[in-house]
């Protein structure tokens, strides 16, 4: 498998997650606003986040995705994630998803990262269509996917079942064409 890709921005580096990681990343998997809208439960214990972490590393061997840990540039730990999963490269599309640590929510780290995983998937990867799968009740990363150029398509009723219970979606996405004219 080739090098994982890094990608900079003004203060970030995206990089690959590692099983040392684990830790700063149960910070805030472990914290249930972060995790309330992701379908998860929040994680009890660090050895829990391993296995998202091996995720990461699934997606990228099956060529299904791919996924950056977003780190400060002035601090090497990771703070959250950002990246495609859902990846049909036959049909040039790929879903894309988030999250931050509450820390650094409001600071517009969510928004860069986002933009520069756009930009690196319309770039890279060739994609035409980038999709994002939110529930009605997330508004901030609703604003935040928008003011990147994503049109609300509809609503996903009862999409997903996690947690114990069935979860609507909106779906959003955002064209090649639009991205790049924003």
Partial sequence: MNTFPIIETERLILREVTNEDALAMFDYLSDQDVVKHMGLEPYKTP???LEEINWYQLIREE???IRWGITLKN???VIGSCGFLNMHPK???AEVGF???KLYWGKGIAKEALKAVLDYGYKHFELERIEALIEPLNRPSQRLVEKQGFIREGLLRHYE???GKFDDLYMYSIL???FFKS
């Fill in 47 to 49: 050895t829990e986040v």
């Fill in 63 to 65: 060529g299904t995705g």
């Fill in 75 to 77: 601090m090497d730990t």
């Fill in 91 to 93: 049909h040039y599309r």
């Fill in 99 to 101: 999250e931050l640590s």
């Fill in 161 to 163: 079942f996690t947690c």
């Fill in 176 to 178: 090649k064409e639009s």
